[in-house]
C-alpha cells in the first residue's frame, strides 16, 4: 500500500504491505498455493510474517513442510527491520488438530538489520 496518513495534523508517507481483514465471494483455490500468515505482539517487541508454498497444490502434502518467508517484519527494542525472501527465513507447522487445522508454528528468520528471530507458538 502507497500512500499518505495525517494523524493529529502531521503528515506521513505510507510504503507499507497491507491486507485486508475479510472478502466476501466465489474464489478459485484450485490452483492457489497454501500460505501461512503469522504474527506476535508484545509490549516492546512483534512480528508478522507471510510465507507461500511454491508447490504446485497437486503436489503439496500440507504437512511436514517450510514455507519460505516472502515479507514482513521484526520488531525489537524499538527497531523495525524487514522480514525478507532469503534463504533460512522459514515458516513451518510444527502440529495439526485432528481436522487438519495448523494449531503451531514456528518463524525462523533473520531481519534486514541481521537479528535473528526464532519463535514458536500455538493458537
Known sequence: MSGRLALDGERNDIECVAQRDRSWGIRNIINNPRGQMIWATGPKSGFHALAVSTLPPQE?????TREDVILGYYLKNGRYGDL???????IAVMERDETGRPVTHRIEATDSLGRRLEASGTV
Not at 503439496?60 to 511436514?64: K, S, V
Not at 525478507?84 to 522459514?90: K, Q
Open 60 to 64: 503439496d502434502p500440507g504437512i511436514g
Open 84 to 90: 525478507r525472501m532469503e534463504t533460512g527465513n522459514t
